[in-house]
């Protein structure tokens, strides 16, 4: 009896934690990646409630560099789907990872005719999954650290599934190695570390006023308030 108790605990403790993981391995993720942004950089999140506790809905971002997705989807406080370059989603080595966080690859239709249209398609069936899909309207990431025109995948998911759109505004990744600051992006060594990040959500717009510009212009604000932070910890 005393055997039993000694490892009978401890064993059923790990099965229902595996249990737990097998069934909810996005959650898992997206606390291991909270944790890990937090000790690369001093992060500040503001306006994460926006993010709705139920039901679909986009959060739009400006695109820094190729870390955006994981500092956002870890300081969400749901799991995200997000879209992402094909070339990417296939690497060899990390396709695994994006299979199982349910990341959904796009490719321009000169590269792959059809590619766009069956992006969207899976960007739809989350939506009226109840999910939340997380995109970068600017399609590529800044070659100069500002926000770049929004194109059109926003409205082309718009018309197909009219979800509240939640804006965010990111600062503090212009310079990092996976951005294109002095090169291009993952050509460079890491050289900062615990730097300023800021994320900033906005107050979901309702689909029937979520024009591109007027979504364009508030992930500029949030990023402005964003960059005031960042910047007041480098005078300090």
Not at 26 to 31: A, E, G, P, V, Y
Not at 44 to 71: K, S, T
Not at 153 to 180: C, F, K, N, Q, Y
């Amino acid at each position: 009896m005393t055997a039993l108790m000694t490892w009978g605990v401890p064993l059923l403790a790990l099965a229902a934690l595996l249990w737990w993981v097998a069934r909810s391995p996005r959650t898992l993720i997206r606390r291991m990646v909270f944790m890990t942004v937090h000790l690369m950089y001093r992060m500040r999140f503001q306006g994460r409630r926006h993010i709705p506790a139920h039901g679909p809905a986009l959060v739009v971002c400006n695109h820094v560099g190729f870390v955006d997705a994981l500092v956002i989807g870890g300081a969400s406080p749901r799991s995200l789907r997000f879209m992402m370059d094909r070339p990417i989603y296939e690497s060899r080595w990390l396709n695994w990872l994006f299979r199982l966080v349910g990341a959904i690859p796009v490719d321009s239709d000169r590269r792959d005719p059809g590619g766009l249209r069956r992006a969207l398609e899976q960007v739809s069936q989350a939506l009226r999954d109840g999910e939340v899909v997380m995109l970068f309207p600017e399609g590529r990431l800044t070659p100069d650290g500002e926000v770049q025109p929004f194109r059109r995948g926003l409205e082309l998911i718009l018309a197909r599934d009219a979800v509240s759109v939640v804006p965010a505004g990111l600062a503090g990744l212009w310079g990092s190695w996976t951005s294109h600051c002095n090169g291009p992006a993952l050509s460079k060594f890491p050289r900062r570390f615990r730097a300023r990040v800021a994320l900033y959500f906005g107050e979901p717009v309702p689909p029937e006023k979520a024009e591109r510009d007027r979504i364009e212009a508030r992930v500029r604000a949030l990023k402005a308030e964003a960059d005031a932070w960042v910047e007041s910890g480098r005078r300090a």
